[in-house]
């Protein structure tokens, strides 16, 4: 009977600390977007460039990007990009292990100190691979 307990608070456990992550919809990104611009202010033209998909290296845009990232499920402080649920949201854009390498790829390059920086440039990084065509188009249909 001991035993039995002991592996039913081990499964119990397992379960709290089970990562419920999953996918966001465009709706969900687009939740995600207007509750960091208000959380990061802006300019207005650094507001028109986001639109446009241009994000000047900027105190402001690096934190909107963190804040985005952040509240994506994506970036964790101090740790850096979840390559496993980058991969998991493109997934059916690109295979798995090549958005992995991408990601590990930038991770590699960005020597960045501060969580806003390194996330900008690990960002910048993917967008210039075809990753960054999925991540432009996703975040184009949530605007």
Same mark, same amino acid.
């Given at each position: 009977?001991?035993?039995? @307990?002991? /592996?039913? /608070?081990?499964? &119990?456990?397992?379960? &709290? +600390?089970?990562?419920? $992550?999953?996918?966001? *919809?465009?709706?969900?990104?687009?939740? /995600? %977007?207007?509750?960091? @611009?208000?959380?990061?202010?802006?300019?207005?033209?650094?507001?028109?460039?986001?639109?446009?998909?241009?994000?000047?290296? &900027?105190?402001? &845009? %690096?934190?909107? @990007?963190? =804040? *985005? #990232?952040?509240? $994506?499920?994506?970036?964790?402080?101090?740790?850096?990009?979840? !390559?496993? %649920?980058? !991969?998991? +949201?493109?997934?059916?854009?690109?295979?798995?292990?090549?958005?992995? !390498?991408? /990601?590990?790829?930038?991770?590699?390059? *960005?020597?960045?100190?501060?969580?806003?920086?390194?996330?900008?440039?690990?960002?910048? =990084? !993917?967008?210039?691979?075809?990753?960054?065509?999925?991540?432009?188009?996703?975040?184009? %249909? #949530?605007?």
């Amino acid at each position: 009977m001991k035993y039995f @307990m002991c /592996i039913v /608070i081990l499964a &119990v456990i397992a379960l &709290v +600390q089970a990562d419920h $992550w999953s996918p966001k *919809t465009v709706d969900d990104i687009k939740n /995600i %977007r207007e509750e960091c @611009m208000k959380e990061v202010p802006s300019t207005d033209e650094e507001f028109e460039k986001r639109k446009e998909n241009d994000y000047p290296d &900027v105190e402001s &845009v %690096r934190k909107y @990007m963190l =804040c *985005t #990232s952040k509240a $994506w499920g994506l970036y964790k402080e101090g740790k850096g990009f979840n !390559a496993d %649920r980058v !991969a998991e +949201q493109f997934k059916d854009d690109m295979p798995e292990d090549e958005i992995k !390498a991408i /990601i590990h790829d930038c991770d590699e390059k *960005t020597k960045e100190d501060t969580d806003d920086e390194r996330c900008y440039h690990i960002l910048k =990084c !993917a967008c210039s691979t075809k990753l960054g065509d999925h991540i432009k188009d996703l975040i184009k %249909r #949530s605007e």
